[in-house]
Each structure stands twice: as structure tokens, then as C-alpha cells.
T-cell receptor
Framework: DAMVIQNPRYQVTQFGKPVTLSCSQT?????MYWYQQKSSQAPKLLFH???????NEADTPDNFQSRRPNTSFCFLDIRSPGLGDAAMYLC??????????????FGDGTRLSIL | QKEVEQNSGPLSVPEGAIASLNCTYS??????FFWYRQYSGKSPELIMS????GDKEDGRFTAQLNKASQYVSLLIRDSQPSDSATYLC???????????FGKGTKLSVKP
């Protein structure tokens, strides 16, 4: 089945040690999103790619960066993770032009823990 | 600040009852609304979308939208224990805007 796949499901890293989370999709959607979700909170959009165009949310920390080498893959890089970056990271895709009827399809998420 | 507000719950209903989940939004420009179900430790799963005032039914689920009151709701009929999850309401402004999520309402269906 076409889907959004995130790897790994669980990631443990040390304080300050760079970490990369990956997302791949077989839906051939041209928009890919990265969200951060902490316990009992709403998913918070970090940034998204519209094709190759990168769109950063104004309040996304500089510590967070993203790469999209091709349509299928998107990476979230955290350069120097702090304890406050421990969260579930969700990747989502949608078809664009978005159109109001196009929902976002989510991967299973990567739960990041910081030691 | 565009916001989507939900009661965090938990909302507890007995098996077989109707669960009613509510959501309000602040941005009058919002045109599309989505309900996602999120099981603990899992990612959000789309269950309903609604764009026009009124009701939209899909199986046991009914979404209701009232743009004048800026209010969206989700009714779950014949609630099952497997419906126990957090339900996220999301809005989109226009056709290109990003989704804005509420914090979610935790639903517990007791056997």
C-alpha cells in the first residue's frame, strides 16, 4: 500500500549529539511536512517542502533543519538536541496544489529521547 | 493568532452511547476542517473532513460544521472501546494554508 514511512520509530541520542530522522513516501505527493508533538499537545508545524521550495515556520528553532533530496524522501536534522527537543516527530504529505479537499497523510512518527 | 480550541477531556462514555466531540476555531477565513484520531504513541489518522455548513455522515461518524458560530463537532454513534483515542480537530485557511491543530480531546469508551 502507498504510505508514509518514518525511520526509526524510536531514536535515543545524547544531549548535543546531532541526529537525523527520515521520512519516505510512496504517495508521490509533492508537499512534505515535519511536525513536533509533545505529550498532550497539538502537533506543531516545523517546516514544509512544496516541491523543492522550503518553508520554515517563524518560530522553528535554528537547531532544526531539513533536507529533501528528491520527491520521495525528506530528512529532519537536529544539530544539537536539547532536553526540550524530546518529542514525537511526525512526517506528513499532501498533494498540491493543496486544494481544500486534500488532507495530510501522516507517518507513524519517530519518538526522540534525549539522554 | 489563529487557534483551534478543544476540551482536553477526558470524555468518558459507556459502550454503545453517542460520543460528542467539539471544536471551535478563531480564523473566519478557515474553509476546511478535519478530524484525526490518534491512538496513544501512534500518528494521527484522518477519519472525517468537512467543508460546508451542515452535517456529513460516514458510517458511525458524523461531522457537523457551523461557520457562523465557528464551531465543528464530531459525533460517534454506537461508541466502541476501540474508539478510545485522542481526537484532533484541524482547520485550514483557504486552499493553500497549513493545517492548524487543536490539542485534542481524549475519549474513553468504557465496556
Amino acid at each position: 500500500d502507498a504510505m508514509v514511512i518514518q525511520n526509526p520509530r524510536y531514536q535515543v541520542t545524547q544531549f548535543g549529539k546531532p541526529v537525523t530522522l527520515s521520512c519516505s513516501q510512496t504517495l508521490n505527493h509533492n508537499v512534505m511536512y515535519w511536525y513536533q508533538q509533545k505529550s498532550s499537545q497539538a502537533p506543531k508545524l516545523l517546516f514544509h517542502y512544496y516541491d523543492k521550495d522550503f518553508n520554515n515556520e517563524a518560530d522553528t528553532p535554528d537547531n532544526f533543519q531539513s533536507r529533501r533530496p528528491n520527491t520521495s524522501f525528506c530528512f529532519l536534522d537536529i544539530r544539537s538536541p536539547g532536553l526540550g527537543d524530546a518529542a514525537m516527530y511526525l512526517c506528513a504529505t499532501s498533494r498540491a496544489p493543496t486544494g481544500r479537499r486534500q488532507p495530510q497523510h501522516f507517518g507513524d512518527g519517530t519518538r526522540l529521547s534525549i539522554l | 493568532q489563529k487557534e483551534v480550541e478543544q476540551n482536553s477531556g477526558p470524555l468518558s462514555v459507556p459502550e454503545g452511547a453517542i460520543a460528542s466531540l467539539n471544536c471551535t476555531y478563531s480564523d473566519r477565513g478557515s474553509q476546511s476542517f478535519f478530524w484525526y484520531r490518534q491512538y496513544s504513541g501512534k500518528s494521527p489518522e484522518l477519519i472525517m473532513s468537512i467543508y460546508s455548513n451542515g452535517d456529513k455522515e460516514d458510517g458511525r461518524f458524523t461531522a457537523q460544521l457551523n461557520k457562523a458560530s465557528q464551531y465543528v463537532s464530531l459525533l460517534i454513534r454506537d461508541s466502541q472501546p476501540s474508539d478510545s483515542a485522542t481526537y484532533l480537530c484541524a482547520s485550514r485557511q483557504g486552499s493553500q494554508g497549513n493545517l492548524i491543530f487543536g490539542k485534542g480531546t481524549k475519549l474513553s469508551v468504557k465496556p
